[in-house]
T-cell receptor, first 112, second 116 residues
Framework: QKEVEQNSGPLSVPEGAIASLNCTYS??????FFWYRQYSGKSPELIMS????GDKEDGRFTAQLNKASQYVSLLIRDSQPSDSATYLC????????????FGGGTRLMVKP | SAVISQKPSRDICQRGTSLTIQCQVD?????MFWYRQQPGQSLTLIAT?????????ESGFVIDKFPISRPNLTFSTLTVSNMSPEDSSIYLC?????????????FGEGSWLTVV
């Protein structure tokens, strides 16, 4: 059973701080890793994808991948109240898009 | 990324009835998927919709309950049959769009079903 684990939260951070969201996965053969943001009442929206070990930055978002530790994280710099949402970690085991396993999501609350 | 449209966006359904959800993509895609998100839960893959052949269902999901059609490379339907309150969920159509490093999954806006 392939598993993706996230702390359900809520993770509460003050506005302007760095929010750190973490995810671990069980399938060592996983190749692609994604972070989705889901606002209440909306469908998931892709924020970041990462495929190689290390950091990948896109604006205020940085994804970090460590395949040896089976760990992927998302950092949100200068957090804004509009970042308040549930963040879903997803792992694709075969890089074909049809073996995507989602974590339970972490609810982030950014307080003004 | 592909633009994915789903209909209906929201519906209230009577117990025992069936509802068909439509998914239209603005470009031809090889792989289309149907996910379910029950209240307060994460996403679970129901099936992969294959063009020209039967859908491939994940463990716990069967064709009699969730029949799927995929008549062409831009369209698919999911039917939720003989609905019960436990079927109250968001049903999401998604597509895999290829990039240099691999495929990424994009989601439609979802169909929010409440069974009463």
């Amino acid at each position: 059973q392939k598993e993706v684990e996230q702390n359900s939260g809520p993770l509460s951070v003050p506005e302007g701080a760095i929010a750190s969201l973490n995810c671990t996965y069980s399938d060592r053969g996983s190749q692609s890793f994604f972070w989705y943001r889901q606002y209440s009442g909306k469908s998931p929206e892709l924020i970041m994808s990462i495929y190689s070990n290390g950091d990948k930055e896109d604006g205020r978002f940085t994804a970090q991948l460590n395949k040896a530790s089976q760990y992927v994280s998302l950092l949100i710099r200068d957090s804004q109240p509009s970042d308040s949402a549930t963040y879903l970690c997803a792992v694709d085991s075969n890089n074909a898009g049809n073996m995507l396993t989602f974590g339970g999501g972490t609810r982030l609350m950014v307080k003004p | 990324s592909a633009v994915i449209s789903q209909k209906p966006s929201r519906d209230i359904c009577q117990r025992g009835t069936s509802l068909t959800i439509q998914c239209q993509v603005d470009s031809q895609v090889t792989m289309m998927f149907w996910y379910r998100q029950q209240p307060g839960q994460s996403l679970t893959l129901i099936a992969t919709a294959n063009q020209g052949s039967e859908a491939t269902y994940e463990s716990g999901f069967v064709i009699d309950k969730f029949p799927i059609s995929r008549p062409n490379l831009t369209f698919s339907t999911l039917t939720v049959s003989n609905m019960s309150p436990e079927d109250s969920s968001i049903y999401l159509c998604s597509v895999a769009s290829g990039g240099f490093s691999g495929n990424t999954i994009y989601f439609g806006e979802g169909s929010w079903l409440t069974v009463v």
